[in-house]
């Protein structure tokens, strides 16, 4: 059973910078793609960014492109969130997804059966 925790969300100026950090555990090689979304009050839930853990490859939502960068480390055991250039905008929960399998489309939200509990990001202007 895979276990996802997220951490690291909190309040931060407009044009600072975060990590968010998502641990994960019992991942499966059929299952490689892990992904961040957010979730603003009164919004759906949207697609941030996606890592494949097998092949490295990643995934941006186009209004995070270029300020925001998802990695993982050596053992692949923890996935992070880089934001940089933080907007008011991007104040959302931000929630860790993982499992969607191979040949699934990792920015969709119903290909993940595993989600953490979220972490808050707040950014005042």
């Known amino acids: 059973q895979v276990q996802v925790v997220e951490s690291g969300g909190g309040l931060v100026q407009a044009g600072g910078s975060l990590r968010l950090s998502c641990a994960a555990s019992?991942?499966?090689?059929?299952?490689?793609?892990m992904a961040w979304f957010r979730q603003a009050p009164g919004k759906e839930r949207e697609f941030v960014a996606a890592l494949n853990l097998n092949t490295a490859t990643t995934q941006y939502a186009d209004s995070v492109k270029g300020r925001f960068t998802i990695s993982t480390d050596n053992a692949k055991n923890t996935v992070y969130l880089q934001i940089n250039s933080l907007k008011p905008e991007d104040t959302a929960d931000y929630y860790c997804?993982?499992?969607?399998?191979?040949?699934?489309?990792?920015?969709?939200?119903?290909?993940?059966?595993?989600w953490g509990q979220g972490t808050q990001v707040t950014v005042s202007s």
């Open positions: 019992g991942r499966t090689f059929a299952r490689p793609f």
């Open positions: 997804a993982a499992g969607a399998p191979w040949g699934s489309v990792p920015s969709s939200k119903d290909e993940y059966p595993y």
